[in-house]
């Protein structure tokens, strides 16, 4: 019999992180982090995983396991839909794989939903019953907490601020749809914009980004652009109120729909500055119904949400 | 001791209605129906409504009552906010009104919210746990059934559907915003919309509508547009048209979003025929991610969905 210890996994699509926990206490006992291959698999991921689960907990077993994954996941069924970054993980049931591997129960869901949660329970979040988690980095995603609990909707697929529509005439997402907010405000999307508008000359606009990105317009990053605006970048900035402009719009469709307390933002584009939070803000009050308030609040708990939510969700269970 | 009688009750905005139900019947054991006056006030409202439940109970003591109320309230205290057609329903404490006179317990909630519950319990919902309801008729209108029960929101302002904003460059709508859903989609709107292309002179489009209306452009309805679209109008069809469209977007954006089973439609235009039906399930089709399906489904009980809600609400308390 363990001490009550919890093993918290996050597969990230980049990176591998475990992290065992003490129930009740607040700080790890132990953690680990890899950075995945560029050639890698599900299989490879899944190994180096279990290694690194199985050193941090030595002869222990855990009393429960919590999983984010960065992926589609059918929480109901603890099955690995798919990866958009790693081949290989096609329908794993994760769930069974580590309930027969360590002996104890496990739960498994996306890391939108997983980091709604830890924010929820220790983060920004924390002391709301009813938020709404949104990431914002290679793309938008987000988590719904609604009564302390997370909301998936009936085919596990709530939460999809970021495919939902802000703009009929805006630029065609790969989802088939137009004027998605993560095809406006994701952090690859937006500097794509952004190179492009510098392709086409843009009345002379950009210079200070173009020679960030030492003329290779391919070069430019989500980071870039905010390092350009921040300096003073015209397009640059300009680009990044688009961005601003459109997740606002999302959020507040999402608040005028679901009157959520609090929206808690995390994700690289988070960091981009003031003139994108200013933006971000504006556009919510401006979209929000008179009667409708929201609070919105920069995540806490930084890299480390999902690995957060996977200690509640092992709480909770499934 | 009443042999469990529920009474449900319905503030209208241009109608009263009251019905008593014996709990577990399925057929109402009387019913009435009074229009309000034009230069009606609350106070007069509330009278006719004590009177009208009054003949409907005769000596009988109600179990509890349910109240459908046609404008904003706040349901944690029973209280109506206001009504946007009739004066003197500024914050009157609906549900202590009628606890002190019935004796009985009551709960008062917003009509989109009641007839969400209607349709959920005895409607086109039925035995589906996850549902949005949408009223399309001079305003938009939206409640949420989550996990079988009500979701209000932290500020019991959930469901607001109908300011979601689908186009950033569309009309300004009087909340404030641009290109909301009711904006677009809403029938006195729409009838507008439609009036001010004729005026314009829209390149001799809209002679059937024209002629329907007698010439007098203000007197286009959203009824008479339906009427003049089946007839093969063209300007006609380009309006309802557009108001699906907007509408089709809406609940593709809080399907992606909440990810409910099913979408029930009720109101007036909802009525407006094959082409809008067929515009709005395209849209939405459209606009949600591949993974979402989601069902949409006209409103079975029609008028009387507030009143059933009513009886859902009286059965389930506050």
């Not at 950075?35 to 299989?43: A, E, V, Y």
Request: with cysteine.
């Amino acid at each position: 019999m363990s001490n009550h210890l919890l093993l918290a996994l996050d597969f990230g699509g980049t990176k591998l992180s475990a992290a065992v926990l003490a129930q009740g206490e607040s700080d790890w006992r132990d953690q680990r982090r890899v950075f995945s291959p560029h050639d890698g698999d599900g299989k490879y991921d899944l190994e180096t995983m279990l290694n690194m689960a199985e050193a941090l907990l030595g002869d222990e077993t855990p009393a429960a396991i919590g999983v984010s994954f960065g992926g589609p996941v059918d929480f109901e069924r603890g099955v690995v839909r798919l990866s958009h970054h790693v081949p290989g993980w096609e329908n794993v049931p994760l769930r069974k794989i580590l309930e027969d591997h360590f002996g104890a129960p496990a739960a498994v869901d996306n890391d939108a939903n997983v980091g709604a949660l830890g924010e929820q329970r220790y983060g920004a979040g924390k002391g709301t019953p009813h938020m709404l988690y949104v990431t914002v980095s290679t793309g938008v995603g987000g988590g719904w907490i609604l009564n302390g609990q997370p909301w998936r909707g009936w085919q596990g697929m709530a939460g999809e601020i970021g495919h939902t529509m802000v703009d009929p005439n805006g630029p065609p997402c790969l989802c088939g749809n137009r004027g998605c907010v993560e095809r406006l405000a994701s952090g690859p999307y937006m500097a794509q914009d952004a190179a492009q508008r510098l392709e086409t000359g843009d009345n002379g606009k950009g210079a200070i980004l173009r020679r960030l990105a030492e003329g290779n317009l391919q070069a430019i990053t989500g980071k870039m652009l905010s390092e350009a605006a921040a300096l003073g970048d015209e397009l640059a900035q300009e680009t990044l109120k688009r961005g601003a402009a459109a997740l606002g719009a999302g959020i507040a469709n999402a608040a005028n729909l679901v009157n959520p307390q609090k929206v808690v933002l995390g994700g690289g584009v988070t960091k981009a500055g003031d003139l994108w939070w200013t933006t971000l803000r504006q556009t919510v009050e401006r979209v929000t119904m008179p009667e409708v308030d929201v609070e919105l609040l920069p995540a806490a708990l930084g890299d480390d949400a999902p690995l957060w939510g996977a200690v509640a969700l092992a709480e909770i269970g499934d």
